[in-house]
């Protein structure tokens, strides 16, 4: 079965073409950060309209990549939450188009599951569930358990900024452009872990949750004094930033770990799938690594699969569709939120 899969819940317009659920025939994705950057983060109206100018060409790359024309095409995936609505709305009104002209179904995906299946992407066959499923983006923090493809039980997620957006913050503060979190990577390479002694949050009465807002306003009275505010001028020296960098990536990446791990024990999970953006990072993977016990497996997405991609929709929609065998009704309508 070929599937074409179409993802636009954000700043990246994404189509690719995968077989069968795992075997990626193209996968192009045509990022706005340009369009982003002067802003320091996402700006929803500009992101659906640029959604509108590049989907059909992206559309039509993504079937030309993968040597195929539009009569190839068994079922079309799209993400139908969560996201920007607007945004993705331009992707759920295509694929519902496309759907009646092609005369094949489709169906709408959950865009947060399909970060978690980008890791199950490279593997022979599905794992034996249960397993564990960490989502690690922009707009996203979640730790599941998975029973079952489709099938999930929240056991952690953030009370406040997601970590990717913790990281184009604190980004931000240290004069960094967005995207942050690259940019805190590469500044912390220079700098010491130890220096200043962030914290990221403890949520009492949920203690495998996450909360990021205060150690953010940690870096915000570090650079420029307590009680200081954004726009307040730094104190500190140009010198010590890579160590701001390192100090809060390091407490940061900790407590994810601590908290993966612990959820791991808790509900006897011995496979981790990791998924989104901020599962680039390189310094995250050698500390996970290092800090697991031998039993645990660690699984990350291939390149190219970590980011928002439509590889990850084609693939999770292959299984939707095995398993509901009709298409989604063309009433299907595109969720900002959705519980996994
Ligand atoms: O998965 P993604 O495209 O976003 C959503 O679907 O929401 O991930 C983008 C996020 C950005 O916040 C970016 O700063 C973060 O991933 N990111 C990183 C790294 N590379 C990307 N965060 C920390 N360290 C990295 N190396
Ligand atoms: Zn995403």
């Given at each position: 079965m070929i599937v074409l899969g179409i993802e636009t819940?954000?700043?990246?317009?994404?189509?690719s073409v995968v077989r069968s659920g795992r075997e990626i025939l193209s996968n192009v994705i045509s990022s706005q950060i340009g369009l982003h950057k002067a802003y320091g983060g996402v700006y929803p109206e500009l992101a659906s309209r640029s959604h509108?100018?590049?989907?059909i060409p992206i559309i039509d790359l993504s079937l030309k990549e993968a040597c195929i024309t539009k009569d190839d095409v068994d079922l079309i995936a799209v993400s139908r939450a969560p996201g920007l609505i607007g945004s993705i709305a331009i992707g759920l009104n295509a694929a519902k188009a496309l759907s009646m002209s092609w005369e094949i179904?489709?169906?709408?995906?959950?865009?947060?599951e399909a970060h978690i299946y980008a890791a199950m992407m490279g593997l022979e066959k599905l794992p034996t569930f249960p397993a564990l499923g960490v989502v690690l983006s922009g707009g996203h923090t979640f730790i599941v358990k998975i029973h079952d493809l489709g099938k999930y039980t929240l056991l952690s997620t953030t009370v406040d900024d997601a970590i990717g957006e913790a990281f184009d913050k604190v980004a931000s503060l240290l004069d960094l452009?967005?995207?942050?979190?690259p940019e805190i990577e590469a500044l912390a390479e220079k700098g010491s872990i130890s220096k200043f002694p962030f914290k990221s949050g403890y949520v009492k009465e949920h203690p495998l949750y996450f909360s990021f807002s205060g150690i953010k306003t940690n870096v915000l009275y570090a650079l420029k004094g307590p009680n200081s505010t954004r726009n307040s001028?730094?104190?500190?020296?140009?010198?010590?930033k890579p160590h701001i960098a390192a100090s809060f990536q390091h407490a940061v990446f900790m407590d994810v770990i601590t908290k993966t791990l612990q959820a791991a024990e808790l509900h006897g999970c011995n496979e981790v799938f990791l998924g989104g953006g901020v599962t680039q990072s390189r310094t995250l993977r050698q500390l996970f690594a290092e800090k697991s016990p031998s039993h645990i497996k660690l699984h990350y997405?291939?390149?190219?699969?970590?980011?928002?991609?439509?590889?990850?929709i084609a693939g999770l929609g292959y299984h939707v569709f095995q398993e509901k065998k009709v298409s989604d009704s063309l009433d299907l309508e595109a969720l900002p939120r959705l519980p996994l």
């Open positions: 819940t954000c700043d990246e317009t994404a189509c509108v100018d590049t989907l179904p489709f169906v709408g995906v959950n865009h947060v452009p967005y995207p942050g979190g001028p730094n104190l500190i020296l140009e010198e010590d997405p291939q390149a190219g699969l970590s980011l928002d991609n439509g590889a990850m």
